[in-house]
Structure formats: structure tokens, C-alpha cells
């Protein structure tokens, strides 16, 4: 539960750095040390950057707090995941075609990161491809959930949610296409935030979506610990970087520019495809509960017809036919993660040119139906998922075994995914002695409303956490 996050957040550790409450030096040994205690039982983190690099790059930082001229990250340890470029780490995107495949730029995220005075340790585990709900692939294996080990932490930025999860990491940057983000971090009990489509450039990311049927939709993002943490990076990564067709410089307000009593709330327990558990449904009520006791004004949203998200989702990322997924990873030699390979499987023959251009009006229309539902409210808090984590290779709650690679269950994200408006999950109840999260949607550009809303309920609720499963 959010009141009872267990480590410092990022805005605190930055702090203690600035007043010299603790050294650089100091604070990456103690992460690395906490990773190295939970990888084994995780299997998350899948490289560190260079340790005399680290220490080099360390001693640097303290030089430069001592001047007192600090950069906005200086010192903070961060951690990437997988499909994103970081000069001189492995970037194989999970794919036995990249094992060898080590950048020599960093991608604009990343670079971002290190001009304002962050330092990169690693680099965190992800799906094939980063095209799957369950992290696993033929390179690095199986990341488990910190909360049990024999459940998914989601995907496809598993490994950096269930390092965030277990107390391992700081902060981190995932990715999220159909829900990369969301999922994990529901399932894991931590926050992240999908920023709208093109706030935050893609450049460096593997696979490359922007001229395939993916086209915007992908989201380099902000995943931590706490809410504040998502709300600090944001706006470092973000901005037009002039390689990104999709990314442009908007303004972002703060957070604390909003009062809470000018906001309306919209809420939906049920998008008219999954049903959720009871335990979301209570967990969705509570919030909006809160929320209304604070101030706000609540009213029960109905969305519009969100029946083909899902299958509008893979219809565009398939329209091709698979052609350029299987181009991608031509060089893996055929072995593939049972899930990604059902996924190859399942692509249909290419579209003709009519025939996308028919399927572009669908997703523009989905995508303009939605956004004006959106504009309708300040924020809307549905689900991320029908139910917490499920079990390692079975489908999500309330789904029948057979349904398991069919991804209906992931709608909800889906659907946002498609509006391309900003989302941010914050843990707010269990079940099972797991983490329930909920999505917190904004028009958009309107993440500082969404962080706000996620910020208060982090505030608001109150409760034990569920207790992790590592063992140590």
C-alpha cells in the first residue's frame, strides 16, 4: 500500500545527497548491494554497468555536490530497461539475434537522464521483443514477482517493476506499448507513468515502432517507487528530440498548481468487456471515496463502446503480417519464448493498402471517441487488469487457461494505448496478499492532473503492504 512504501524516494535521496547526509559512492553501493540481494530469487536485473565506471562517475558526483552546484539527478542511481539503448551495455531486447548487440549512443532518454546527473547501474529484464505480459525469454530466463515468486510481475518492463517492487531500485525508465508500463507495476505494487504519445521521444528503443502499424503508440516512461519520483523525471526526458517523427515539446504544469476541490472525477468499474474482481472494484470505489471526502467532485463515467480495443491493438501492430517483426529477429535462428512465438503464429496475412487505410480510420476513430469521453472529466480511475499477478504461464484472473494468449484480459490498457492519453497506476489495495493497482487517465498533456489524482491517493489511503516472498 502506498502510506507503508517501504525505501526513500528518489526526491529524498537527492535530497540527502545535496546536504551530504550521504555520499554518491555510498548510495550506488547500496543498490547495488540490494539488487545483488534480491536478483537471485528475481532474476531482473540482467547486467551492471561497469563498477569502476560507476565509482569513477560516483567521485565525480561528490566533486560536484561539494561545489554546491548540483544538477537536478546528481548522483541518482537508475536503472533501464532492456529494450532501451545505453552506451556500452548489452541492449538485446530479450532477442538471441542481439545477444551481442552493444550500442554506442545511449538512447535520448538516457541521455537526458545523464545530463542532469543521473548514473545508469544496468539494465533490467524483458519479453522477447517486448511482446509479452509474462518476462521471460531465452537469454536471461524468468523474472519472478517479489511478492510471489511463482507469479509474473507482468511485462514487458517486468524486470525493472519487480526490482521497484522488491526495494531494489530507485527509479527506472520502461516502455509501454499495450500496457508495458501499467501491468507491471500494477502486479508488482509499485507506480509508473505512460506519458501521452510523443511527450517523451522513442529514439533508441528496440523494436522500433514509429513506421510500422505501432505508429505512436509506444511510450518511453518513468516507472519508481513513489509518485513524486515519476513526477521529477518526467520532464527531463521529455521533449522533442528531432529525430522522433511522434515527439514535441508541450508545456508541463506542475502539480502544485491544482486544487483538489476544482477537479471532477470520473470512475468505471466495468468496460463492457473483462469483468474484474471484487477486490478491484472495492479498491476503485475506495479511491474515489477518498477522493470525494477530500474534495473533489466523483461521477460514475460511462465509456464509450471499448469492445474493440483489444483486437483494434493487434490488428495494428500485425498489419504487415509479421513482416518486420520477423525481419527483426531473423538472426535469433527460430528459437523463441513459447509466448512470442504463438504471437509470430498468430500474425495474419498483410493488409492492402485500402485495407490499412480503412484500419487507420478505425484507430483514428477509436482514438477521437475516447478522447473526447477524457475531456469530459479532469481524470478517470478504472482498472489496469481484471485481478493482481497471476501465476507464471497462466492467464489473468477470472480468464480460462485456453484464453491465455489471447490478451483480451489486458483491454483496459489496451484501449488507452489506442487514445494515446497519459496514464499513471498507483498501488491502492491487495488481494491474495498481492498488489491491486488502478489507472489513473488524464486528457491529453495533462499528466500533472493524472500524478496529482495518483499523488493524493498515495496521500489518502492508508493499510499494511502485502508482504514480499524473497525469503531474506
Request: hydrophobic share 40%; charged share 20%.
Amino acid at each position: 500500500m502506498p502510506g507503508t512504501r517501504r525505501g526513500p524516494s528518489a526526491v529524498e535521496w537527492l535530497r540527502r545527497l545535496k546536504k551530504k547526509q550521504i555520499s554518491t559512492i555510498e548510495l550506488i553501493d547500496m543498490v547495488i548491494d540490494q539488487i545483488n540481494r534480491v536478483n537471485p530469487k528475481l532474476n531482473a536485473m540482467i547486467c551492471f554497468n561497469d563498477i569502476e565506471k560507476l565509482r569513477a562517475q560516483a567521485t565525480a558526483s561528490d566533486k560536484q555536490l561539494e561545489t554546491g552546484i548540483a544538477k537536478p539527478l546528481q548522483g541518482l542511481p537508475v536503472t533501464i530497461k532492456d529494450s532501451i539503448d545505453v552506451q556500452g551495455l548489452p541492449s538485446t531486447g530479450g532477442s538471441l539475434g542481439r545477444e551481442q548487440y552493444v550500442p554506442t549512443k545511449d538512447a535520448t532518454a538516457v541521455a537526458r537522464l545523464r545530463a542532469a546527473g543521473a548514473i545508469i547501474v544496468g539494465k533490467t529484464n524483458v519479453p522477447e521483443y517486448s511482446s509479452s505480459y509474462e518476462t521471460d525469454n531465452a537469454l536471461f530466463g524468468r523474472t519472478n514477482n517479489p511478492f510471489d515468486l511463482d507469479r509474473t510481475p507482468g511485462g514487458s518492463s517486468g524486470g525493472e517493476a519487480a526490482l521497484l517492487g522488491a526495494d531494489a531500485s530507485i527509479v527506472g525508465i520502461g516502455a509501454d506499448g499495450g500496457g508495458s508500463i501499467r501491468v507491471p507495476s500494477h502486479y508488482c505494487g509499485t507506480v509508473g507513468l505512460r506519458p501521452t504519445v510523443g511527450r517523451v521521444p522513442d529514439t533508441g528503443h528496440w523494436p522500433y515502432t514509429r513506421d510500422t502499424g505501432y505508429r505512436d503508440m509506444m511510450c518511453i516512461g518513468p516507472m519508481a517507487r513513489h509518485v513524486e519520483d515519476l513526477a521529477l523525471i518526467l520532464p527531463i526526458i521529455a521533449g522533442s528530440d528531432f529525430i522522433d517523427p511522434f515527439a514535441f515539446d508541450a508545456g508541463l504544469e506542475s502539480l502544485n498548481s491544482i486544487d483538489i476541490a476544482d477537479l471532477n472525477i470520473g470512475f468505471y468499474l466495468y468496460d463492457g468487456v473483462v469483468a474484474v474482481s471484487s477486490e478491484t472494484q472495492t479498491a476503485i470505489l475506495n479511491c474515489v471515496k477518498y477522493l470525494e471526502e477530500a474534495g473533489a467532485s466523483v461521477f460514475e463515467a460511462t465509456p464509450p463502446d471499448l469492445n474493440e480495443a483489444t483486437s483494434l491493438f493487434f490488428s495494428l501492430i500485425g498489419a504487415d503480417g509479421g513482416q518486420r517483426t520477423r525481419a527483426d529477429i531473423e538472426t535469433s535462428g527460430g528459437e523463441h519464448h513459447v509466448q512470442f512465438q504463438t504471437l509470430l503464429d498468430g500474425f495474419n496475412e498483410s493488409l492492402s493498402v485500402t485495407e490499412f487505410f480503412d484500419l487507420q480510420r478505425c484507430f483514428f476513430d477509436f482514438r477521437s471517441n475516447l478522447r473526447t469521453f477524457l475531456s469530459e472529466f479532469d481524470a478517470i480511475v478504472c482498472p489496469v487488469t481484471p485481478g493482481p499477478a497471476p501465476f507464471h504461464m497462466s492467464p489473468p484472473f477470472g480468464f480460462a487457461p485456453e484464453d491465455y494468449y489471447k490478451y483480451e484480459a489486458f483491454n483496459y490498457v489496451h484501449a488507452f494505448a489506442i487514445a494515446g492519453a497519459p496514464c499513471t497506476v498507483v498501488p491502492v489495495s491487495e488481494q491474495d496478499n498481492l498488489p491491486i493497482g488502478v489507472q489513473i487517465v488524464s486528457s491529453p498533456y495533462q499528466e500533472h492532473i493524472s500524478l496529482f489524482v495518483a499523488h493524493q491517493l498515495e496521500n489518502l489511503l492508508s493499510g499494511s503492504a502485502p508482504t514480499l516472498d524473497l525469503g531474506i
